[in-house]
């Protein structure tokens, strides 16, 4: 009796570890350097989207984790440390000096935080799929696409209905 109750037992928690319900959140991972200025402008940034914005049109869930990284810098050259980021935050353009891969997708970053406290957000190439979806989505909460003003409308030129008849000299 016992050997049947533990033999029950264990088929039932083997069904209960193949049945669990694969992760619905697709991920978005945040890369840059641990303690910089911009930090605390974007970790509460992050927050504010997480909680009101973070849903793909399919209807799965965006889980945002912020990895500051003491040796950002130093790593930052490894392709096989950037590959794991989906967004990578710098200070400046003079940072993607690390790896000529960077500084060619540097041409695709937002610049993001504050006038004051600069940030630069680019999504690598190597992002695709739904992660690649949701990072834009995040990106462009962080660093909104700011539609240039159109340029002044020129007046309309005057058809030869419009121009007054010249006045014949008296």
């Given at each position: 009796?016992?050997?049947?109750?533990?033999?029950?037992a264990l088929?039932?928690?083997?069904?209960?570890c193949k049945?669990?319900?694969?992760?619905?959140?697709?991920?978005?991972?945040?890369?840059?350097?641990?303690?910089?200025?911009?930090?605390?402008?974007?970790?509460?940034?992050?927050?504010?989207?997480?909680?009101?914005?973070?849903?793909?049109?399919?209807?799965?869930?965006?889980?945002?984790?912020?990895?500051?990284?003491?040796?950002?810098?130093?790593?930052?050259?490894?392709?096989?440390?950037?590959?794991?980021?989906?967004?990578?935050?710098?200070?400046?353009?003079?940072?993607?000096?690390?790896?000529?891969?960077?500084?060619?997708?540097?041409?695709?970053?937002?610049?993001?935080?504050?006038?004051?406290?600069?940030?630069?957000?680019?999504?690598?190439?190597?992002?695709?799929?739904?992660?690649?979806?949701?990072?834009?989505?995040?990106?462009?909460?962080?660093?909104?696409?700011?539609?240039?003003?159109?340029?002044?409308?020129?007046?309309?030129?005057?058809?030869?209905?419009?121009?007054?008849?010249?006045s014949s000299?008296?």
């Amino acid at each position: 009796m016992a050997l049947t109750l533990c033999a029950v037992a264990l088929v039932l928690f083997v069904a209960g570890c193949k049945g669990k319900k694969q992760d619905d959140f697709v991920h978005v991972d945040v890369y840059g350097q641990m303690d910089a200025r911009y930090y605390p402008i974007l970790a509460s940034r992050l927050r504010v989207f997480s909680h009101e914005h973070a849903k793909l049109p399919t209807g799965r869930k965006i889980l945002v984790s912020a990895v500051m990284d003491a040796d950002f810098y130093a790593r930052l050259a490894d392709p096989a440390y950037r590959a794991q980021a989906q967004m990578i935050v710098l200070n400046s353009e003079q940072e993607t000096a690390a790896d000529p891969n960077l500084a060619a997708e540097f041409v695709h970053a937002r610049k993001g935080c504050t006038e004051q406290i600069p940030c630069y957000l680019l999504i690598p190439n190597s992002v695709s799929g739904e992660q690649r979806q949701a990072a834009q989505q995040l990106l462009d909460y962080l660093a909104p696409v700011v539609a240039a003003a159109p340029p002044p409308a020129a007046a309309p030129a005057a058809s030869p209905a419009d121009t007054p008849p010249a006045s014949s000299p008296q």
